[in-house]
């Protein structure tokens, strides 16, 4: 059984040769498609709208799950800050001599 009817082929076709000519426009925008993935994309979805036979849209993926994680920065230069901060609590924690406003008689 096939994945795509010749009608679907044929749009696709047709969507990638308007790109290679420059005609093929992204939605009602004027940027034109340089991308054959998105031609194609463009091809099947054409297909679609005329009732061809096209496997359904797969959910778009989150990118942020796609990114490479970035290297953890070194302890040393984390600890540091932590340190002087604890430093300048502790300084001022400490209660200073009091000091009686009210005189006794």
């Known amino acids: 059984m096939a994945k795509y009817s ?4 044929k749009s696709v076709e047709s969507a990638m040769h308007r ?11 004027d940027k ?14 054409e297909a679609r709208e005329k009732g061809a036979k096209v496997p359904a849209e797969k959910p778009a993926q989150k990118k942020a799950a796609t990114k490479k994680s970035t290297p953890k920065k070194t302890a040393t230069k984390k600890a540091a800050p932590k340190k002087a901060a604890a430093k300048k609590s ?13 005189k006794s008689t």
């Open 6 to 9: 010749k009608t679907a082929e």
């Open 19 to 29: 790109m290679k000519k420059g005609t093929l426009e992204i939605g009602n925008s």
């Open 32 to 45: 034109k498609v340089t991308n054959p993935k998105q031609a194609i994309a463009i091809g099947l979805s």
């Open 90 to 102: 502790t300084k001022k924690a400490k209660p200073g001599p009091k000091t009686g406003s009210k």
